[in-house]
């Protein structure tokens, strides 16, 4: 994993990407966001809530807003009811936006941050909901999902869904590939898709392999440049020889390093077979699909852990 962030702090070195840290009141945040100022890698912004900001640290490479004197507070608030369009009055609005995450949201909503990384203290639903009332999809998407990076070694893999959406259709399977292919690109991975299922081109006929199968069309149908193919079985998607056996002629069967699963089922226990099983490393979640990077922390993360997502989260801003 070490050279992949390497990796990605090159990318973003010198570009002044402002990243939101709405948990300014634990340690582990404070000493990722002060480390990352300190490297030059992005320029943090913390939110300065009723607790205080832990001491000890040198915080003159941070930005630190408080939303109760925040000087483009009305200007927020008149964008965040414009944005929910009659579904918060603006007395309403100015109590949500009081709230850090609801206020860092705005802040990337508004261009006055690049993206943001949250949950250390919060739920997943409370950095997530923002995000999706008013960052949104990017045009095209419907839904976002989060995706793995594996790790292991030398190799490198994408899993999605392995986090949000239990049922995608057909047409969000053919979404989560496209964008799982620009994430892998992202990583340095050269994306060949495979859009799994327990069938392997045909040999099975059910609703399921019909949905996965209808994805793969919609996938290819978009022209998005990327080698995706399905519908297959893993073993028919990672290994050369069953590959070529089963899906002859395919570009993806046995050389696939992006996975998309066809439930949230299938998605999480696969990722977590691979990583307590297969001893990969396990990047992720990372949230996708939304027109801005938003990405949450687990509760349980370190400090390596707010920085590491605060990496990818300020590379997610390059890739369209």
Not at 181 to 188: E, S, V
Not at 265 to 293: C, D, H, T, V, W
């Amino acid at each position: 994993m070490a050279n992949i962030i390497e990796q990605l702090k090159q990318s973003i070195t010198g570009k002044g990407l402002r990243i939101v840290f709405p948990e300014s009141n634990d340690e582990r945040i404070v000493r990722a966001a002060v480390q990352l100022a300190e490297e030059g890698l992005v320029q943090p912004i913390l939110i300065q809530t009723g607790q205080p900001i832990p001491g000890g640290q040198d915080l003159s490479g941070c930005t630190i807003l408080d939303p109760r004197k925040f000087d483009k507070f009305d200007e927020m608030t008149d964008a965040f009811v414009a944005r929910r369009k009659g579904k918060a009055t603006k007395e309403e609005a100015k109590q949500l936006l009081l709230d850090e995450n609801y206020f860092g949201t705005m802040l990337v909503y508004m261009g006055l941050a690049d993206g943001l990384v949250s949950g250390a203290c919060h739920s997943t639903g409370e950095t997530v909901l923002p995000a999706l009332q008013i960052i949104k999809t990017k045009p095209g998407i419907s839904r976002t999902f989060g995706y793995f990076l594996m790790v292991r070694n030398e190799e490198k893999y994408i899993f999605a869904d392995c986090a949000i959406n239990p049922n995608p259709t057909a047409e969000q399977l053919a979404e989560f590939a496209i964008e799982s292919a620009k994430a892998a690109t992202m990583f340095g991975i050269e994306p060949k898709v495979a859009m799994l299922s327990f069938s392997t081109n045909g040999s099975a006929e059910t609703e399921e392999t019909a949905k996965v199968q209808k994805a793969t069309q919609l996938a290819q149908a978009a022209d998005s440049g990327f080698v995706i193919d399905g519908e297959m079985q893993f073993d028919a998607a990672f290994v050369p020889s069953v590959g070529t056996k089963k899906y002859p002629g395919s570009p993806v069967a046995g050389r696939a390093n992006t996975f998309v699963f066809p439930d949230l089922n299938s998605g999480n226990i696969g990722y977590k077979i691979a990583q307590r099983l297969g001893n990969f490393e396990a990047m992720g979640p990372i949230l996708a699909g939304l027109n801005q990077p938003v990405n949450d922390l687990s509760r349980g993360c370190d400090s390596e852990d707010v920085y590491n997502t605060a990496i990818i989260t300020a590379a997610q801003t390059l890739v369209k």
